[in-house]
């Protein structure tokens, strides 16, 4: 029997990302009274042996680059056993509401998938949800003015040997102004810059997309069971407006019934770090 009416909330970060990122609003949720859990996917934070390489100073980018990784053959389905063996710790305890940005929206659409029993809503803030195969292969079909990619390509390590794993050194930002700006208008242009440093000091190298995959596509038997709410983020230049509402009418289209709660929020793509409040408020709200 669950314990509680009101619902744990359970976090799936971003790439590169890990659980830490998520502390800012985990701490807004506790002061109004709510539990919250946020998962580091496998390879990814505590999960993580992150190359030593990364932290030396001066930094030595063949080293870095020869380091192995963590993320090495890890795929959609270890994320999610992980997040299902998590959500089923929590439920036991009262209600859950699974909560994704950017790829971790993959990893939450799977989770839905395999488990929507144990899912009381699930809510993406501004994070991928993949309805059409087609868009592996064709893209979202419509314009895309992203400046993360542009950004992201200043700080990628060269000579990374491990297949799948893309390193970013995002601690490079600091020697460069050039770099920090183009990231922070790309990530968290709503931000101080010593908010943003510390996001930067948070992040892992590694990556993998091998969540982008058709495991990773809602369905309708699956997740289309569990109320889904997703959250616009207007100034998200990581992944631009038309493409999060592209998603939303893609979605819409396989459950017609059981369409998008959508709210939206003047905030960057990684807001809930810098402005915890507005997103605490809006997630109890649907609560």
Same mark, same amino acid.
């Given at each position: 029997?669950?314990?509680?009416?009101?619902? *744990?909330?359970?976090?799936?970060?971003?790439?590169?990302?890990?659980?830490?990122?998520?502390?800012?609003?985990?701490?807004?949720? @506790?002061?109004?009274?709510?539990?919250?859990?946020?998962?580091?996917?496998?390879?990814?934070?505590?999960?993580?042996?992150? $190359?030593?390489?990364?932290?030396? !100073?001066? !930094?030595?980018?063949?080293?870095?680059?020869?380091? $192995?990784?963590?993320?090495?053959?890890?795929?959609? !389905?270890?994320?999610?056993?992980? +997040?299902?063996?998590? +959500?089923?710790?929590?439920?036991?305890?009262?209600?859950?509401?699974?909560?994704? #940005?950017?790829?971790?929206?993959?990893?939450?659409?799977?989770?839905?998938?395999?488990?929507?029993?144990?899912?009381?809503?699930?809510?993406?803030?501004?994070?991928?949800?993949?309805?059409?195969?087609?868009?592996?292969?064709?893209?979202?079909?419509?314009?895309?003015?992203?400046?993360?990619?542009?950004?992201?390509?200043?700080?990628?390590?060269?000579?990374?040997?491990?297949?799948?794993?893309?390193?970013? #050194?995002?601690?490079?930002?600091? @020697?460069?102004?050039?770099?920090?700006?183009?990231?922070?208008?790309?990530?968290?242009?709503?931000?101080?810059?010593? !908010?943003?440093?510390?996001?930067?000091?948070?992040?892992?190298?590694?990556? *993998?997309?091998?969540?982008?995959?058709?495991?990773?596509?809602?369905?309708?038997?699956?997740?289309?069971?569990?109320?889904? *709410?997703?959250?616009?983020?207007?100034? =998200?230049?990581?992944?631009?407006?038309?493409?999060? =509402?592209?998603?939303?009418?893609s979605a819409d289209a396989l459950t017609p019934w059981h369409p998008f709660d959508v709210h939206t929020l003047d905030a960057s793509h990684v807001g809930y770090f810098s402005r915890p409040q507005v997103f605490a408020e809006l997630l109890t709200s649907l609560v």
């Amino acid at each position: 029997m669950r314990a509680d009416s009101r619902p *744990t909330f359970a976090f799936v970060h971003g790439g590169s990302g890990n659980a830490r990122a998520w502390g800012p609003l985990q701490n807004e949720l @506790a002061l109004r009274g709510y539990r919250s859990h946020a998962v580091d996917l496998p390879g990814h934070g505590d999960l993580a042996d992150t $190359p030593a390489a990364y932290y030396h !100073q001066p !930094q030595d980018v063949t080293a870095l680059a020869a380091a $192995p990784s963590a993320l090495r053959g890890v795929t959609l !389905q270890d994320n999610v056993h992980h +997040v299902v063996d998590t +959500v089923r710790r929590l439920a036991a305890s009262g209600p859950v509401v699974l909560v994704g #940005n950017s790829l971790g929206g993959l990893t939450v659409s799977a989770v839905a998938n395999a488990a929507p029993e144990l899912l009381d809503r699930v809510v993406y803030l501004s994070a991928l949800c993949l309805s059409d195969p087609d868009v592996f292969a064709e893209g979202w079909g419509v314009a895309d003015d992203s400046l993360l990619d542009a950004a992201v390509a200043r700080i990628a390590v060269p000579g990374v040997r491990e297949p799948g794993v893309v390193r970013l #050194n995002w601690r490079a930002a600091h @020697a460069d102004p050039d770099v920090f700006a183009a990231l922070k208008a790309a990530v968290m242009a709503d931000s101080t810059d010593h !908010q943003f440093r510390l996001l930067l000091d948070s992040l892992d190298p590694d990556e *993998t997309y091998s969540a982008m995959e058709p495991g990773a596509l809602v369905r309708a038997d699956g997740w289309g069971r569990v109320p889904h *709410t997703y959250v616009r983020l207007s100034a =998200d230049r990581s992944l631009p407006l038309a493409v999060q =509402d592209q998603m939303i009418r893609s979605a819409d289209a396989l459950t017609p019934w059981h369409p998008f709660d959508v709210h939206t929020l003047d905030a960057s793509h990684v807001g809930y770090f810098s402005r915890p409040q507005v997103f605490a408020e809006l997630l109890t709200s649907l609560v």
